[in-house]
């Protein structure tokens, strides 16, 4: 199929479904034309739709189904000239009017670097954060969470203490616990970060905070400043919930501050026919955006999501991605204590795991949460990458 | 099912595919829990389980499926106590971790008095923009919209000229019309607002301009006061893009100027069985969060939305909810200047149409949109309401 290609194009990759070529053509040609133009043929000057209309590039069949229609694999090249620099317009140009559509799903984006450059991509990155905990280069990291929302603040500190204690590389509020009376953020975070201060010179650990930011924007900036003051060395953002752009905002503002995108409001599976993919969402666009750590649910957690996706995801999370930094994947969501070695072997040493209600039902929870951090210590070795 | 109830709580209805009706309960538990304390059973105190855990309040059959499992309906009540005051801890307690799962779909929310009262509503609403556009009540609304995208200012501004003297009541810009060099923000909102202030005073029109401010929440915080300065009543706002929250901060900042909802990345449609459904997100929660003009895709358009998805959207904009204002509902998304007088009389007077593409692919734009015009002033009578 031979067209015309503009200049330079960001060019993204779909699945759609269609009865049969001519359909998905039609579809795809549809899905271009939406994404750009949004004019039906002819009302735009022929000059204009030779420049900007979006471009497809490829229809092929992915899939058979059964019964139903058919999934094919659609790419698109839409023209740089429609970005002005921002997330917000890239987001439009590549999942915006097309997000509207049933069985439509944005598998992945060829983004070229002059576009990669508009975006900050992470900060402290990989070997930021292993600098922030004190780890040597392969060694696979570990880390637990603080919950649940409803516990008062010296309960919280109590169970920081204890993972501390157990030598935990990082700490993470749970995403749930926000600026609740139970626990107001500034309290929360000034008594959190002063516990394992103390406990790090105690014990001779080496544990970093991260305290969940997750804010309206103005508010967000407040709280990673406040995060900061306190010595705390990143946060946790759901960019699902601020938005992705407001993620983006704050690693701007807070170069060096670590950020651990969290998936609440993600609205994304591996098993869905529609949306974007998580391996592009997670892997790739956290990460353009600003994030150091990805946390996504794991295989044989909580949520049926299969292994090859969490294998994808932590391929790009470690992938070139221009001259950007590497993140860490964090396998998260149900990871059992007693798996962890497992788990740490399967992915390889640049993963940060996160174990957190397995670790918090025992009753020792400083015994089981050192019994993690040996498990994923002793899983070291650099031959047993992914 | 006798349950403990809340002293106050959001009650969030879902839709969950399961086999029987254990496996939906079952499914129900883990959802409340996964909402809120995100700890296995056991691991938190019996009375922060007792005041924080969801909890489950309905289990029933909702659709037969041909096959596969069948779908549930499932309600469950969160506590009051969770929330902090913020749009995106509320988003997170009822549409968080869930949102990866497969096959939930969020489809409405009893939200208390108390809670609705945390968040803005619109800001003029629809009276408010029938007072800017000088229209009287009980007559349906009608806008077109200046695109594609690639145009130059001087070629937009020639469009604004003829859809001004036509008689439209709004023009909005494209949304994928950002800050492109064809023909940047600042430029084109200046030039399109003077362009349109001078074709009202020598046409006898009273038409509104909606500039389109979607960018990073700061830029966009500027955009819209660069278009109140300009005289703009009103901005086009896509916060699938922004960020929810981004839109709410934005109403905040100006509560007397128009915001437009639009609909791209909203990720949402009528037929999936995951996500937010359209009548919640955008009749319920765009309003909820600022908007006073929500468009959707309308039946029969660019996209398979069927017409009772579309008639719910209208419903929620005018329905009560607490002490917020109502807003318009805007169908859009492929609507043919032919059936404009259809379609206002289908969905009664307080309706606010969008017409594009039909009437910018006409050799005579100017002539199309005035038919377009008189043809929704034609159906003018209160007595067609929806």
Redesign the interface.
């Known amino acids: 199929m031979p067209v015309m290609t503009h200049s330079s194009a960001v060019r993204a990759h779909y699945r759609i479904s269609a009865a049969d070529a001519v359909e998905a053509r039609d579809l795809a040609d549809?899905m271009a034309r939406?994404q750009?133009?949004?004019?039906?043929p002819?009302?735009?000057p022929p000059a204009?739709e030779d420049?900007?209309l979006g471009r497809v590039v490829q229809v092929e069949p992915y899939a058979r189904s059964g019964g139903g229609p058919d999934r094919w694999s659609v790419s698109v090249d839409y023209s740089t000239?429609?970005?002005?620099?921002?997330?917000?317009?890239f987001?439009?140009?590549v999942?915006?009017?097309v997000?509207?559509?049933?069985h439509v799903l944005l598998v992945d984006l060829d983004i070229p670097d002059t576009v990669l450059d508009t975006f900050p991509g992470p900060g402290p990155g990989q070997e930021g954060i292993r600098a922030l905990v004190s780890a040597p280069a392969h060694r696979p990291l570990v880390s637990s969470a603080l919950?649940?929302?409803?516990?008062t603040t010296d309960a919280i500190v109590s169970i920081a203490r204890k993972l501390t204690a157990a030598g935990m590389d990082l700490i993470k509020d749970?995403?749930?616990l926000?600026?609740?009376?139970?626990a107001p953020f500034r309290e929360r975070i000034e008594a959190v970060s002063h516990a394992i201060r103390e406990t790090n010179a105690a014990a001779g650990t080496s544990t970093a905070y991260l305290p969940n930011a997750?804010?309206?924007?103005?508010?967000m900036l407040e709280r990673v400043a406040f995060a900061q003051s306190c010595g705390c060395g990143g946060v946790v953002i759901?960019p699902?919930?601020?938005?992705?752009?407001?993620m983006?905002?704050v690693r701007e503002r807070f170069p060096d501050m670590g950020i651990m995108a969290h998936?609440?409001?993600?609205?994304?599976?591996p098993?869905?026919t529609?949306?974007i993919a998580p391996p592009l969402l997670m892997g790739t666009l956290w990460r353009l955006f600003g994030a150091d750590m990805l946390i996504y649910?794991n295989a044989r957690g909580?949520?049926?999501?299969p292994l090859e996706a969490c294998k994808a995801i932590n391929e790009r999370a470690r992938a070139p991605l221009g001259r950007h930094r590497t993140a860490f994947p964090v396998p998260a969501?149900g990871v059992q204590a007693a798996d962890a070695a497992h788990w740490v072997d399967v992915y390889g040493p640049d993963t940060l795991l996160l174990v957190?209600?397995?670790i918090?039902?025992a009753s020792d929870v400083e015994a089981r949460a050192r019994a993690v951090v040996q498990a994923v210590a002793g899983v070291a070795a650099p031959s047993t990458g992914a």
Do not use: C, Y
């Open positions: 549809a939406e750009t133009l949004e004019v039906p002819g009302a735009a204009i420049r900007f000239e429609l970005l002005d620099g921002t997330a917000t317009q987001l439009n140009l999942w915006g009017n997000s509207l559509m049933d919950k649940p929302v409803g516990l749970d995403h749930s926000a600026n609740q009376a139970t997750t804010a309206p924007l103005h508010e759901s699902g919930l601020t938005g992705l752009d407001a983006r905002a998936p609440s409001h993600a609205n994304t599976s098993n869905a529609h949306g649910v909580r949520f049926a999501w969501g957190g209600g397995s918090l039902e």
